[in-house]
């Protein structure tokens, strides 16, 4: 499948405001108040759109690609990269699309921003992410701790040279 990005418009911050996974995922779920971040110029996001024109998930490049618990920890300062944050539609995750989907998305971001390198924070359990970052040629660099009202959850942080 082909992906395409293009600057997010309301209507697909409302769409994914409204997404919703199944477990263990719903940590991913969308929230209607984070429409008006979604939309924020400085967070860089882009929506994906399918080769049928369909929404097919979002980038967002920088600082609202970190976690706050990594920025606390001082993890995204060790070496120069761009934060990449993503998300697919729940209609399209566990299709085996992940790996195509994020190269679209590296590909926007190496035209647009000339980064050194690209770097990614993940769930640890996530393994089904992770193992599409690691097709792309994302290694893991660091993990860290975070407190979640539901108990702790383990990030990784993982790297790849543009």
Same mark, same amino acid.
């Given at each position: !499948?082909?992906?395409?990005?293009?600057?997010?418009? @309301?209507?697909?911050?409302?769409?994914?405001?409204?997404?919703?996974?199944?477990?263990?995922?719903?940590?991913?779920?969308?929230?209607? &108040?984070?429409?008006?971040? $979604?939309?924020?110029?400085?967070?860089?996001?882009?929506?994906?759109?399918?080769?049928?024109?369909?929404?097919? *998930?979002?980038?967002?490049?920088?600082?609202?690609?970190?976690?706050?618990?990594?920025?606390?920890?001082?993890?995204?300062?060790?070496?120069?990269?761009?934060?990449?944050?993503?998300? !697919?539609?729940?209609?399209?995750?566990?299709?085996? $699309? *992940?790996?195509?989907?994020?190269?679209?998305?590296?590909?926007?971001?190496?035209?647009?921003?000339?980064?050194?390198?690209?770097? $990614?924070?993940?769930?640890?359990?996530?393994?089904?992410?992770?193992? &599409?970052?690691?097709?792309?040629?994302?290694?893991?660099?660091?993990?860290?701790?975070?407190?979640?009202?539901?108990?702790?959850?383990?990030? $990784?942080? !993982?790297? @790849?040279?543009?």
């Amino acid at each position: !499948m082909r992906f395409t990005l293009r600057p997010i418009t @309301r209507a697909d911050a409302e769409a994914i405001s409204r997404w919703r996974y199944g477990e263990p995922y719903s940590m991913y779920d969308g929230n209607p &108040a984070s429409v008006p971040s $979604l939309l924020e110029p400085r967070f860089l996001y882009h929506s994906v759109y399918d080769e049928r024109g369909e929404l097919a *998930g979002y980038f967002c490049f920088g600082e609202d690609a970190r976690v706050r618990a990594g920025r606390r920890l001082g993890v995204y300062e060790k070496e120069p990269a761009l934060d990449v944050g993503l998300g !697919m539609s729940p209609e399209l995750t566990g299709r085996g $699309l *992940g790996a195509e989907f994020v190269l679209a998305g590296l590909r926007f971001a190496k035209e647009k921003y000339s980064p050194p390198a690209f770097r $990614l924070t993940v769930a640890a359990f996530n393994r089904r992410a992770a193992r &599409a970052y690691e097709k792309v040629g994302f290694e893991v660099v660091d993990s860290f701790g975070a407190r979640t009202p539901d108990g702790s959850l383990e990030w $990784l942080l !993982m790297r @790849r040279e543009a």
